[in-house]
């Protein structure tokens, strides 16, 4: 079993950035896909960002068109922590930002729909001010 503790958020103004962590307990963190989700008031939660697990080191991250380019997910297996950098932050990036965890048997797949995911944290608030 994994838990996932979000951090990072706060209130910006736009352009601005910030780097929200999702810290993990529990062994074998490699072996998770991590993803990061949204969800702004009244919407459905969508996907953000995500990587697969990185048993070998290497992993594979997928965006939302929404963010690409101006977000960037990393992990690191050592600190079992998964960082979510945003810059040029814009009003619409407004949401609560969620990340969730998933057991993995690949080191290719990113899950980007948040059925694939067991593991969910509380979130973080990010608001973006115009």
């Known amino acids: 079993q994994v838990q996932l503790v979000e951090s990072g958020g706060g209130l910006v103004q736009a352009g601005d950035s910030l780097r929200l962590s999702c810290a993990a307990s529990?062994?074998?963190?490699?072996?998770?896909?991590v993803g990061w989700f949204r969800q702004a008031p009244g919407k459905e939660r969508e996907f953000v960002a995500g990587?697969?697990?990185?048993?070998?080191?290497?992993?594979?991250?997928d965006y939302a068109d929404s963010v690409k380019g101006r977000f960037t997910i990393s992990r690191d297996n050592a600190k079992n922590t998964v960082y979510l950098q945003m810059n040029s932050l814009e009003p619409e990036d407004t949401a609560v930002y969620l990340c969730?965890?998933?057991?993995?048997?690949?080191?290719?797949?990113?899950?980007?729909?948040?059925?694939?995911?067991?593991?969910w944290g509380q979130g973080t608030q990010v608001t973006v001010s115009s």
């Open positions: 990587v697969s697990r990185s048993v070998s080191n290497i992993c594979y991250a």
């Open positions: 529990g062994r074998a963190f490699s072996t998770y896909a």
């Open positions: 969730a965890a998933q057991a993995s048997s690949s080191d290719i797949l990113v899950i980007t729909t948040p059925p694939g995911y067991d593991h």
